[in-house]
């Protein structure tokens, strides 16, 4: 849950904060003026019980502007139920980190607690340590109750020494009462730090790191203090494992109960979710992980065996992936045989996955599609191309293809197309009216040329790029051929994998052996891609084929002058923002390169229109709202 700005956790009717060293540090040093006449609550597995137990001091914890896990069981109990980046924030770790930030930021603080004798000694290792710390005062309260013109006295000695920090050591509960009674009476932000001060001053040794990472802390103080923690210990500890479980149990049943009310979607068709091996995975990611953001339940099917990235870019079988739920089935090696048995085995569990729509992705896929549609599940088909029509497949999985593509104009509920042109091809080939959806694209970040100058000894504008996968259909013969005939000092950076395409692989491969110029960087992703289009001189898509070439988004995106066959689908993306060239014309290729290469002028221009032009012509966000209503989860029209 997130209150404020700042996330937290309910644990046994106390907001916990999500949070860890770094990010509190640095929430305390930004909200500073904010914080000023608040309290901080360091809270631990006694607190937490107490507050449990106590309605009272309960609303003292949950009124604080924050509430540490000082604990390591908080942060665990947190972790558990969902919250993989909750740590432990212990007071006395804490104490000393913003100590140290006080040499930079000039804070002033307060001591409140604790004895006359540790605070003496507290200030000597305190001075000695930190000889740069403004401490503005320190105080030791008597035992005894305070009289209200005592109290009044106390707060007005404070504040005259214009304190920052405010740490208070009482102990609980009585020191987040103490800080609760007194919250905008103060000039600077309060702190329970409980037993720190005893801790930094000396007089209390402090559990060793291993007990505290084993959260065996509470067994080491015993030790110093039986008679008082002994039975302390024993009763919330038990009590805290006893709470927390019935609780759990308790959230488990109430989110059974919400998530049967969700809409739950299968993703059938993509190789894996994460991957950047061709577009219909990065499509998938893009969907599922906004529309699990927006509460639906997601499940991806991954398929095992043959992957363009090769092993080095495995994922692991991860169960989940940013809130997606990870399903994998196995495959055969081989790569034709590898669709079609994961496209039987994903639709037969899908079967008893509860699903309320499946999304099929390609062609190949939708094959099966209609057997869900036998046991009336809602299934939407999304035809990335018509794959069918791509080199790489022979007669038989050409055959299996186009009897997807069948399937889909027949039997699916819905049908979106990424191109005007196959939209066409739809309505004219099975009278199927369909829905265009293109693909979406974020504005990136560009990079610096740092890790493709170590490995490749590039530099900004000194190459040109092709990026896809190495296919018949991406054209990139026509490209060397032609580049190979051009005099120029730009290399020709080639950057994908091969995808069951081995032949043509070796080909071209023996294109390029026989020029030093030309860079063939196998699959990439992550830093090394980012910094390949943040730094190209020219972008080329030489392809025969396309259903929506992400690649091409991409490249727009970062501000790449793009040279692109002027195939429908490629020009229905650039318009007038690239240059083309007649699809399949060597020659043609040639001197459009030529002349690009030939005149940086016009390729600014184009560098200048087009990231601008691509990131507001398409939008995931519009991808996502727009397939919604295809789910029948919203109301609207889709072109």
Avoid at 211 to 222: A, G, K, N, V
Wanted: charged share 30%; proline share 4%.
């Amino acid at each position: 849950m997130e209150q404020s700005g700042k996330k937290y956790c309910t644990i046994l009717k106390t907001n916990i904060n999500v949070t860890d060293m770094k990010q509190t540090i640095q929430y305390l040093s930004e909200h500073l003026e904010d914080l000023r006449g608040n309290y901080i609550c360091v809270s631990n597995v006694h607190t937490t019980v107490m507050a449990y137990k106590d309605e009272e001091y309960r609303k003292v914890q949950n009124s604080a502007a924050m509430a540490l896990p000082d604990g390591k069981p908080l942060s665990m109990v947190s972790r558990g139920r969902g919250f993989t980046e909750a740590e432990r924030v212990p007071g006395p770790d804490l104490m000393p980190r913003i100590f140290e930030l006080s040499k930079e930021k000039g804070y002033r603080h307060y001591f409140y607690g604790s004895t006359e004798e540790t605070l003496k000694k507290l200030k000597e290792k305190l001075q000695k340590k930190y000889p740069y710390l403004q401490i503005t005062g320190m105080y030791s309260p008597p035992f005894r109750p305070v009289t209200e013109e005592e109290d009044r006295k106390i707060i007005e000695g404070i504040n005259e020494t214009r304190p920052d920090f405010i740490w208070v050591a009482l102990g609980a509960p009585k020191q987040e009462k103490w800080m609760y009674d007194h919250r905008n009476q103060v000039t600077g932000v309060m702190l329970g730090v409980g037993a720190a001060f005893d801790f930094e001053a000396g007089t209390v040794k402090r559990a060793p790191k291993w007990m505290q990472e084993l959260c065996m802390e509470w067994f080491y103080r015993i030790f110093q203090d039986p008679k008082r923690l002994i039975p302390r210990y024993v009763t919330t500890n038990f009590s805290f494992l006893y709470h927390v479980k019935q609780e759990t149990r308790a959230l488990k049943k109430e989110e059974k109960k919400r998530n049967r009310s969700k809409l739950k979607l299968a993703m059938i068709g993509h190789k894996r979710i994460p991957s950047r091996e061709g577009g219909v995975e990065v499509v998938v990611e893009e969907l599922a992980t906004r529309l699990v953001k927006q509460d639906y339940l997601v499940d991806a099917y991954n398929r095992s065996g043959y992957h363009v990235s090769g092993k080095d870019f495995g994922g692991g079988r991860k169960k989940y992936y940013k809130g997606i739920r990870i399903i994998i089935i196995p495959t055969f090696r081989n790569g034709k045989l590898n669709a079609i048995v994961y496209s039987v085995l994903a639709t037969m569990r899908a079967l008893f996955g509860r699903y309320d729509v499946i999304h099929y992705h390609a062609e190949g896929p939708c094959a099966t599609l209609f057997i869900p549609k036998l046991f009336g599940i809602r299934v939407v088909a999304t035809i990335h191309g018509l794959d069918w029509q791509r080199a790489k497949w022979g007669n038989f999985a050409s055959k299996v293809l186009k009897f997807g593509e069948k399937m889909a104009a027949r039997h699916a509920d819905e049908v979106i197309v990424l191109s005007r042109n196959v939209q066409q091809y739809f309505l004219d080939t099975y009278g199927r009216k369909t829905h265009y959806i293109p693909n979406g694209i974020d504005r990136p970040k560009k990079r610096e040329a740092s890790e493709i100058k170590e490995k490749y000894g590039l530099r900004k504008d000194e190459y040109i790029l092709f990026l896809a996968r190495l296919v018949p259909e991406k054209g990139l013969h026509y490209l060397i051929e032609a580049y190979k005939t051009i005099e120029t000092d730009k290399k020709l950076v080639i950057a994908g994998g091969s995808s069951h395409s081995l032949d043509y692989m070796k080909q071209i491969q023996e294109m390029a052996a026989k020029d030093d110029r030309i860079i063939m960087t196998d699959f990439v992703q992550g830093r090394v891609l980012e910094e390949l289009y943040s730094n190209a001189y020219l972008f080329v898509l030489p392809s025969d084929i396309e259903g929506m070439a992400l690649s091409l988004l991409e490249a727009m995106s970062y501000g790449n002058c793009c040279l692109v066959s002027d195939i429908q689908e490629n020009t229905e993306v650039v318009e007038d923002k690239a240059v083309a060239f007649r699809k399949g014309n060597v020659e043609d290729l040639k001197n459009k390169l030529e002349d690009l290469l030939n005149h940086p002028e016009k390729v600014e221009e184009y560098k200048q229109v087009s990231a601008d032009f691509i990131c507001s012509k398409y939008n995931w966000d519009d991808v996502v709202a727009q397939t919604e209503i295809l789910y029948g989860t919203k109301k609207g029209k889709v072109n």
